[in-house]
T-cell receptor, first 118, second 116 residues
Framework: DAGVTQSPTHLIKTRGQQVTLRCSPK?????VSWYQQALGQGPQFIFQYYEEEERQRGNFPDRFSGHQFPNYSSELNVNALLLGDSALYLC?????????????????FGAGSRLTVL | AQSVTQPDIHITVSEGASLELRCNYSYGATPYLFWYVQSPGQGLQLLLKYFSGDTLVQGIKGFEAEFKRSQSSFNLRKPSVHWSDAAEYFCAVGVYSGGGADGLTFGKGTHLIIQP
């Protein structure tokens, strides 16, 4: 059973360019979340997608956008890259059917895409 | 908004010794609490979680954590560490917003070093 898969694993871009990162959720999962993890920091929530719509967004500028496809896979797009966008981008998936009675859920994380902006 | 503090950036423990990693959270109600572990070049692996009920929760790899509401803490413990436990440990808090969304807030992590 494949877990969460992300591509590419590593990439290098220059300032001002645009990047697209891809994520396939774990089989049976319908919700995808994206996190940014800068070097030496904890992951920061970017946004979450469910039923092809952005359901929640963290404190990130509009340069960060996403998309979810009918097969539940997702893309993260970052425009006008800045040096500070260099980070490990983590995708996490979950299933609405796995929520407990209180609504809590567990995320399964992928290994991430390491973006370096020069 | 919720927040998570992991006061110890680095901790060094001898192999076979006990371990306690501290986590304090800030949130008005009872949040959902998690501990994740990250090895170099890897994603995050869930160690354990607290949603409700028994405040002492057991996880994988021999880890346990105790939720203490009065102290707003969720410390991670292990009675005897192994060299393979060397990694980065993250505490996280989640809040169910009713609409189904639940972005997690993570602490900055504690780097665990195991010395022989």
């Amino acid at each position: 059973d494949a877990g969460v898969t992300q591509s590419p694993t590593h990439l290098i871009k220059t300032r001002g360019q645009q990047v697209t990162l891809r994520c396939s959720p774990k089989s049976g999962h319908d919700t995808v979340s994206w996190y940014q993890q800068a070097l030496g920091q904890g992951p920061q929530f970017i946004f979450q997608y469910y039923e092809e719509e952005e359901r929640q967004r963290g404190n990130f500028p509009d340069r960060f956008s996403g998309h979810q496809f009918p097969n539940y896979s997702s893309e993260l797009n970052v425009n006008a890259l800045l040096l500070g966008d260099s980070a490990l981008y983590l995708c996490a998936s979950s299933s609405t059917g796995d929520r407990d009675a209180s609504g809590a859920n567990v995320l399964t994380f992928g290994a991430g895409s390491r973006l370096t902006v020069l | 908004a919720q927040s998570v503090t992991q006061p110890d950036i680095h901790i060094t423990v001898s192999e076979g010794a006990s371990l306690e990693l501290r986590c304090n959270y800030s949130y008005g109600a009872t949040p959902y609490l998690f501990w994740y572990v990250q090895s170099p070049g890897q994603g995050l692996q869930l160690l354990l979680k607290y949603f409700s009920g028994d405040t002492l929760v057991q996880g994988i790899k021999g880890f346990e954590a105790e939720f203490k509401r009065s102290q707003s803490s969720f410390n991670l413990r292990k009675p005897s560490v192994h060299w393979s436990d060397a990694a980065e440990y993250f505490c996280a808090v989640g809040v169910y917003s009713g609409g189904g969304a639940d972005g997690l807030t993570f602490g900055k992590g504690t780097h665990l070093i195991i010395q022989p």
